[in-house]
């Protein structure tokens, strides 16, 4: 039986990578630890886990409240509602 390979496209070899050493499947596909997503944007493996598709590990950059997004908010139509 022959395990999964990375599919990871080597282009300046013009050939696949086609490693069978500790290759998982990632949201592109199948790829060995030298070409995770995260190592070829040259960021640390992080594990995955259930619920947690690795391109959505990014952080929304923290709000900072803005006094005009609340007035605004409460603002909008709050007397056609209440009729
Ligand atoms: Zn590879």
Redesign the pocket.
Known sequence: MTGPL?G?WIGAERRF?R?ADQVRHYLPGM??P??TPNALKGLPEVPPGPGRPRDWTTPHPPRTPNPRDKRHLTAVKTQETAR
Do not use: A, E, P
């Open positions: 990375c990871h990578c490693s790829r060995c030298l070409h």
